[in-house]
C-alpha cells in the first residue's frame, strides 16, 4: 500500500514539473508582445523574421522541444498518466508540423536524444495543423 502510494505521488510529482516546465517556456508568449508575435510568425514563416528574431525563435523552438522531451520521457518510463500524454502527443504533432520548428528540426535534430528524435520522426502530421500562428484559420499580422 504503501509503495503504491509512493508511486501515485511521484508520477503527479512528475506530471504536474511537465506541465510547469512547458508553461516555463511559454509564459513569456503571453507577457511580451514582441516576443509573442516572433514565436507566432516563426512558426509558420520563419523566413520573414530577421536574422536576430531567428535566432530567439529557434532559442524558444530549442527550449520548447527539450521541455517535450522531459515529457515524452517520463511518459515512456510510465511516469506520465496515458489520458494526460495523449493531450502532450496531439499537442506536439501541431507544433513539429509547423514550418519553422520543421525547419528547426531538420537543422538540430542532434541536440534530442535517439529516442525523442525517432518518436517526432514517427509522428503523423494532423489533418489540419493549428499552432498559435494558425489556431484562429487566419494569420495574424505581423
Keep these: 500500500m504503501q509503495v503504491h502510494r509512493s508511486t501515485r505521488v511521484a508520477k503527479l510529482a512528475t506530471q504536474d514539473a511537465a506541465a510547469t516546465a512547458l508553461r516555463d517556456v511559454t509564459k513569456p508568449f503571453m507577457e511580451n508582445a514582441e516576443v509573442e508575435r516572433i514565436w507566432r510568425v516563426g512558426l509558420e514563416d520563419i523566413g520573414s523574421l530577421s536574422v536576430e528574431e531567428r535566432a530567439r525563435f529557434f532559442h524558444a523552438t530549442y527550449q520548447f522541444l527539450k521541455a517535450f522531451e522531459t515529457i515524452h520521457f517520463h511518459y515512456v518510463y510510465g511516469l506520465m ?60 499580422n505581423s
Design 81 to 140: 498518466d496515458k489520458q494526460l500524454w495523449d493531450g502532450w502527443h496531439g499537442l506536439l504533432r501541431h507544433y513539429v508540423a509547423a514550418p519553422g520548428i520543421a525547419h528547426y528540426w531538420k537543422l538540430r535534430p542532434e541536440v534530442f536524444s535517439e529516442r525523442f528524435r525517432n518518436f517526432v520522426n514517427s509522428l503523423e502530421p494532423p489533418a489540419e495543423q493549428r499552432t498559435v500562428g494558425t489556431l484562429f484559420g487566419e494569420q495574424r
